[in-house]
């Protein structure tokens, strides 16, 4: 079974700064990793993924993650946050041998203080 | 079309009432998602569809919940007797095959008074 803790439900950065947002994962085989983004009344926009490939994988919008499977990490970063940037933010896992079910966590909610 | 859409964005309906929320994914994803996002949660996962074939129904939460994709492209899940804890967004999501990447429509955020 996959599950995926999100900590910190809401994070405050300021403009330029830092951005780091923490997930963990569980699972029984090499799993598959996403990071999604949720922009208010939208759909859930990919971010970027993690499929088995290099384990530091970049996304869109200056956004990276890497796949720690020592520490069965994703956390997702940026190193210098814009106002844009602010957002709900999911990681989610799925196994990569059914690929049926995507285990979402409970988001972070990103606010980017000017 | 150019994305994953859902009709209708909003629905309001009273306890008791079915509903039905219609899934337009992208031309040509095989495979096609519903899940069901609770206020402050992430998704969580209810059906998926393999064109027109229902492979997984594991997460609908009770028997009143119902999907169909006949055709194997639209979709609609349909809540009979809705309830309050049905009050949720949908949302749907398709991909050109199980573990590939899913493309998201915007939900339909459902209020059941």
């Known amino acids: 079974a996959q599950s995926v803790t999100q900590l910190g439900s809401h994070v405050s950065v300021s403009e330029g700064a830092l951005v780091l947002l923490r997930c963990n994962y569980s699972s029984s085989v090499p799993p598959y990793l996403f990071w999604y983004v949720q922009y208010p009344n939208q759909g859930l926009q990919l971010l970027l993924k993690y499929t088995s490939a290099a384990t530091l994988v970049k996304g869109i919008n200056g956004f990276e993650a890497e796949f720690k499977k020592s520490e069965t990490s994703f956390h997702l970063t940026k190193p210098s946050a814009h106002m844009s940037d602010a957002a709900e933010y999911f990681c989610a896992v799925s196994d990569p041998d059914t690929g049926n079910q995507f285990y979402f966590g409970t988001g972070t909610s990103l606010t980017v203080i000017p | 079309g150019a994305g994953v859409s859902q009709s209708p964005r909003y629905k309001v309906a009273k306890r008791g009432q079915d509903v039905a929320l219609r899934c337009d994914p992208i031309s040509g994803h095989v495979s096609l998602f519903w899940y069901q996002q609770a206020l402050g949660q992430g998704p969580e996962f209810l059906t998926y569809f393999q064109n027109e074939a229902q492979l997984d129904k594991s997460g609908l939460p009770s028997d009143r919940f119902f999907a169909e994709r006949p055709e194997g492209s639209v979709s609609t899940l349909k809540i009979q007797r809705t309830q309050q804890e049905d009050s949720a967004v949908y949302l749907c999501?398709?991909?050109?095959?199980?573990?590939?990447?899913?493309?998201f429509g915007p939900g339909t955020r459902l209020t059941v008074l």
């Open positions: 999501a398709s991909s050109l095959e199980a573990r590939t990447q899913q493309f």
